[in-house]
Each structure stands twice: as C-alpha cells, then as structure tokens.
C-alpha cells in the first residue's frame, strides 16, 4: 500500500464519525426551524439541493421521514467515500457513480429504485460543479419515473463558507437554520431537455 492509500484509509476510518459528532453538536447548538412540506411523508420524490449544501441537510430528512429509504448520488473520488461513509450513520443508503460518467448504471439503479418507492438525493451541481449547473440526471429521473422534484435546501443566519468550487457552507454555533423542503413538482415526459433543465435551475434559485 502506498502512502496516499495509507493516509485514505485513516482518513475514512476517522473523519466520518468526527464529521458526523461535530454535525450533530452543531445541529444542538443551532436554533432549527423546518419549512418541509407535508405531503412527502405520504409519497417518494427526489430531493435536489446544491453541492455546497449539504452538511445539514441529513436533518430536514429524517424530519420528513419516520424511517429513512433514501439512496444519496455519491461519486466515486474520495470525497464520495467520505459522504458515503458520513450518511451510512444517519441510515442513509447510497449510488456510487456519476450521472455524466458511468451515467448509464447510476441512472438505471437509480429509476429502479424510484419505482420500488425509495426517494433520492442528488446534487444537479456535483460533484466537481460548474457551481449550481444543472447536470442531466435530475431531469432523466423525473422524466422517466414520473417521480416530484422536491427542492431542498438549508438558509443559515451565520455560517462560514469554504473557499472551493461550491462554496460549501457550513453554520455558525448557535445560528439559526431554516430548513426546507418544497412542495414537489414534476417535468412532462416529453419536456426538451435544455427547457427541463432550466426549469429545474430557476425553481433551485427561486427565492425562499
């Protein structure tokens, strides 16, 4: 083993649990307030929400949901397998892949999924962005499962945000977070995918 695999390995085997501690710490310390719409407890979507988002988002989840059946896009880099193994402690299941490379198995896993009644996280953006570009496998899922697009999205009151390609945020001790989850909506089978995917980004940006 060499020593960048060496290093991976400790990294995985110690940073998602302490990631998982210090999200649960901030979660406590933070004034939550949840804007989730009541009708996704009583049927599947797909949750879409920004790569630079996501640190929080578990909650507005597990909020929604009595029990969770989500299976999250995940890539196959090494900051996947760090989500991967992060989500795994909130129940979460996931796909490794991307909707652009290896695309093909990722979407098919992913319909398959859908039409058994599982909802599904994906970032349109990641994982490696343009920042908030809209990606096709968002729309691929609607269009082909007749499954709702719920956007998902966390506002902090106080927060740091990273200098990388998502501007990851991540919400100050004590803050407050507003947590939503929308009402779904769906894109038309037939719909152009360039339409369908402006469609998607404008509800995304949509002010809250």
């Known amino acids: 083993m060499n020593l960048k695999k060496f290093k991976q390995k400790i990294i ?5 649990p302490l990631a998982w501690l210090m999200i649960w710490l901030l979660y406590l310390s ?20 920004w790569h630079g988002d996501f640190l929080m988002l ?21 900051d996947g397998e760090l989500m991967v193994k992060l989500y795994r402690f909130f129940g979460f299941h996931t796909i490794r892949g991307s909707t652009n490379k290896g695309g093909a198995r990722v979407l098919v896993e992913s319909f398959r999924r859908l039409k058994d009644g599982w909802d599904m996280g994906i970032t349109p953006d990641g994982p490696r962005g343009p920042y908030h570009h809209i990606a096709d496998g968002v729309v691929a899922m609607a269009q082909k499962t007749g499954v709702g697009i719920s956007v998902t999205k966390p506002v902090f009151s106080s927060y740091y945000e990273l200098s990388t390609w998502d501007k990851f945020k991540i919400p100050k001790p004590f803050s407050t977070i507003d947590y939503y989850m929308l009402e779904p909506f769906f894109i038309p089978k037939d719909m152009d ?15 809250l």
């Open 58 to 78: 578990p909650f507005a989840y597990i909020k929604s949901k009595n029990k969770p059946k989500i299976c999250v896009i995940s890539s196959n880099h090494f």
């Open 193 to 207: 995918m360039e339409e369908a995917k402006k469609l998607v980004y404008e509800r995304m940006e949509e002010s």
């Open 30 to 49: 933070c004034r939550n307030r949840f804007h989730l719409y009541e009708g996704l407890k009583e049927s599947n979507f797909i949750s879409s929400f």
């Open 12 to 16: 995985l085997a110690v940073l998602p």
